[in-house]
């Protein structure tokens, strides 16, 4: 690359032109494209530390944990009391009606001791309808009335008051049965959800930590692969704005007509000159 001054003149007609980088300009630009021309011939630098984080120990228990388990197989069924323990009935001769074994949903959810826990309270209700029975008896043999049509009715009474007492607690014990057995289905499925929906985020992060790694691999790929077209592009923007082409202005050669043309035509102009000064004597 030459220096100098540039030429800030219009060439003459049929000559050319040429510029040169300012001679102040010279040595700097020299220098710092060897020094651009060194950095572009630097091989690339592998970084060789981990690019991406990893799962840590603790997430390593979790999601070992979590892949131990089993996927909750009740998750969305529908609570029914399909072949639930039916609802029994209390007559004079006992309780009828009553499914001798559990089934469905509602069944594994129901107490199976229901009835153990109904009986102490239908004994219960049935010595208070014997003690009452008994004090009729007592109140109509002082009045003399005891055996007859009244006493009858009296008991048939107290007999009907019982088993509707009876039947009514069997109904409720059912009932809040029931009841709780749909509340515990419904905290199970509750339980289920939250287990499917852990699971379901632990895999959704075991995910994320692989894509972590596969993206940073790509982009290193990228990275090496595009390396020497961007050492290129480098070398390419040092350039940019510098005044790299030469402009030299040539006047033209004349031929030797011209020459001659001119040479009498400057003649000309100097006898001129001199009889403007007085110079040139009287002309004959």
Request: hydrophobic residues 35%.
């Amino acid at each position: 690359m030459t220096t100098g001054t540039a030429a800030s003149a219009l060439p003459a007609a049929g000559g050319s032109s040429s510029s040169t980088l300012s001679e102040w300009a010279g040595p700097y630009v020299t220098g710092m494209l060897g020094k651009a021309q060194a950095l572009s011939d630097q091989p690339y630098q592998v970084y060789g530390g981990p690019m991406t984080a990893g799962e840590s120990g603790l997430q390593s228990k979790v999601f070992q944990g979590l892949g131990n388990l089993t996927f909750p197989g009740q998750l969305g069924q529908s609570f029914s009391s399909t072949g639930a323990y039916q609802l029994p009935t209390m007559t004079s001769t006992g309780v009828t009606g009553q499914q001798a074994g559990p089934g469905g949903i509602a069944a594994n959810y129901m107490n199976p001791y229901l009835s153990a826990v109904l009986t102490p309270q239908l004994d219960e209700l049935r010595r208070q309808s014997q003690m009452t029975q008994m004090g009729n008896a007592a109140k109509l043999a002082q009045a003399g009335g005891y055996g007859g049509s009244r006493q009858a009715i009296m008991d048939a009474e107290t007999q009907r008051n019982l088993l509707q007492e009876q039947n009514k607690a069997i109904g409720t014990g059912y009932s809040n049965a029931y009841d709780r057995a749909m509340g515990q289905f419904n905290v199970e499925q509750g339980q289920a959800k939250t287990l499917a929906d852990m699971m379901s985020g632990a895999g959704a992060q075991q995910r994320g930590i692989e894509q972590e790694g596969i993206t940073a691999d790509y982009n290193e790929f990228l990275a090496q692969r595009d390396y020497p077209q961007k050492q290129v592009q480098f070398l390419q923007s040092m350039l940019q704005t510098l005044p790299i082409s030469t402009v030299t202005n040539t006047p033209a050669q004349m031929s030797g007509l011209g020459q001659l043309t001119s040479t009498v035509g400057g003649l000309g102009s100097l006898m001129e000159a001199i009889r403007g000064l007085g110079l040139g004597g009287t002309p004959g």
